[in-house]
């Protein structure tokens, strides 16, 4: 799903991969729906969506994560999960050890996603109806903008559990209220990193930078600061907004998804200033 800008179109894209908890049907999967809502980034394409009123276009997935996570390459696959061998090479990262690569292996920790390996066409279904899509939507709008502007800035939109769990490196450690990532400098300029960290610690809230979320492939991917394609990603602490537990916006939605709109605002003078 994408929602084009209202009015005049400025070099902006927010983009929300997680934002969906829509998994088709499958015959091998073993898990609860509760299950498969906890890898869901809940209401985050609606956190950000004012955003489209200033100017920004926002670009959410209308499937789950935990089906297939455009947050991965292609090839970050674990070849257990298979019923036989990848037809090429295959580079799993320690998210596909972890059992939360470009396709799950894990729910949770110690909960399997799957009751069989699957096969490899199924898998191949997934990256070309899904995940392709999605990247070229992204990509598309990115070169858009930066062929009319000169340059781009881009959003990589995401939430967290306020403490993480096993299959995290932090696991057991309370989270901060945002972690904002340029993958330690090399996806985004640092001055454009640091103003939206210091926006957010204006409005009151603690910020961490790179930890414990460095920025993960999206903003890899695209992010080419020498070639005026700026690209972070924004963590959002789910206890600022939502009843974790339940799956349910808290009385505290409106206000955080005021301060994002007064976070964009800031982007957005940022943007102006270097165009």
Known sequence: MRLPPTGQSLP???????????FPAHPLLAVSDAQLKTGWDAFVDELWQPSVGKGA???AANFSRMYIDPNRAATDIDAALLAAPWPGELSPTPYSGRGMGLIRRLALPEVPMYSAPLTVADVQQRIAEYYQPYHEALAERLQVLHAEFGSVWHVDCHSMKSTGNAMNIDAGVARPDVVVSDACGTTASSDFTQMVATEFERLGLRVALNHPYQGGYIVRRYGAPANGVHSIQIELNRALYMHEAEFEKSANFAQLQQALAQVTEAILEYIKANT
């Open 12 to 22: 902006l894209v927010f983009d929300s991969p997680h934002s969906s908890c829509r």
């Open 57 to 59: 276009t926002l670009l």
